[in-house]
């Protein structure tokens, strides 16, 4: 676990809901015409489509961030606590 | 060159030692910043395709806003108007469906060119490599060969370095906003767009995506590139499980080149107990993902080729036979037969032609005209003056046909249906929206229950097109 590099936790975040978050924006927008949804908001189509995407890659970052951070071993979080308390720098090893 | 050596390097020196300290060297290295590849030019018959293929598809990408088809854009997904150009076709939020099927066409096809050739489309098509390809191509001409490229990033901060970054910096940028310009000239029409973009002109959303567009293509060609085959992409972590033991991979011969090691050119080989492989590292130095392929075949290995023209340049040189590095297959490694033809291709291939083939139908035998009942939302019905029932609906109708048509409009389902409309010519011209009002009313003795299922049929008057669209008809409760 902890030998993933950053850019691939980064990565595992942004990037699967880049991916969703465009299916989604395909879907949703074919469904459902965002100009008579949104049909009180000043906004063109465009503009539209552009905010249900960058909302749907939201939520999906939001879930993949969260699917992360839960996947932490117990291990991880009590090995954590423990260097936090001793403060020491035997944390190394 | 010590650096690249030193690349598949580790992992033998990890496993002579043992203990802890290998896993934290290990932990360590895979911790640390990513090491800069740096590709060594290549020349050869797979260089040349690869050229090929960017130029072919990066010429594609760039050309086809550009093309008009009957005075208009060739080629447009017009997101604001909803409708889609492709050549002399034009498709609406209705026909998702072929999406769908494109995207499924697509899907096979690369399982089948996968299972036959392995990753020819990482090597050759990929946009990731396209545009990496013509981003290191700028950085070659701007930096030098790859000896000067990693002597610059070693020098200490010059006025020269400085000058030479910012211009490679400031070429990949234009290149990156041409490309956000042209992506966006896919779905907002192009020449408006361009002549827009120069003078500061586009709307608001359309430049968020040019320069989204070009931050994507400027941080994934030229700083992520081998990182997304390894981190983003889904094939590269799947295509495994469409290979087998016939399937074309590019691999170092291991009977022929072992033991490796430098020697003369003039040296007899076989009375110095070595293989072909004269361990130059070239293949390695080439290689994009920075693998050595002599390791035998690894997950990030895009199959571009390029070790196949170093090596082959380098056995030329040396006097030897080509083809220690080359495109082969397990089977013929272990010197057995390879097959072609085999269930896996043959089911791929008869999937994808019967799909293919389906889509083709569909599409040209799809229905030029399309209808939608929207029924109106503000009340359920109402009475007429006359005690009869009305419903009001709203009748969309598209005419998706390349000439103008007439139609007549009906409907059924409910004994004594009358339909009032406001104009008795439905006329349609092609590529045309029209919402027709329509009043449906009923004496209410015919009513049977509160919600009816009614129907409205339209026929073209000059042509054989009939569809039938389904609705409701609310009533008064149940008497």
Redesign the interface.
Known sequence: M????L??RV??IL?PSFITAGIAT?LF??AF?PAVVFIDHDI????L??ISFFLFWAFGAITAAATCYFLKPCEAINKARMAMSENTDSVKE | MSKDASIAEPKVSDTKEGGSQVDDA??QS??AK?QKIYPREVHGLFAALRTAGVAILLGLYYIVPWLQWDGRQAVLFD??E?KFYVLNMVFW?QD?FY?TLLLIVSALGLFFVTALAGRVWCGYACPQTVWTEAFLWIERKVEGSRPRQMKLDKEPNSFRKIRIKATKHFLWIVFALFTGLTFVGY??PMRELAANFVTFNN????M??IYFYALATYGNAGW?RE?VC???CPYARFQSAMFDKDTMIISFDESRGLPKGPRKKTADKTAAGLGDCIDCTICVQVCPTGIDIRDGLQYQCIGCAACIDACDDVMDKMGYERGLIRYTTENTLQGKHTHIFRPRVILYAMILMGVTAGAFYSILTRTPVAMDVIRDRNSLYRETNDGLIENVYIIKLMNMDKQAHTYSLSVQGIPELLLKKDIDDISVKSGEVIELPVRVQVDADNLKQRSNEISFTLDALDDELHIVEDARFLGPAFK
Do not use: C, H, K, N
Not at chain 2, 203 to 206: A, H, L, R, V
């Open positions: 902890d030998a993933i590099p850019i691939q990565v595992a990037w395909v927008t074919t015409d063109s189509r465009m503009g489509y552009t | 290990v932990e895979l911790y990513r997101l604001p909803r939020p998702f999406l779905f907002s709307g608001p959303w359309e968020f995506w992520l990182q390894m981190y983003m």
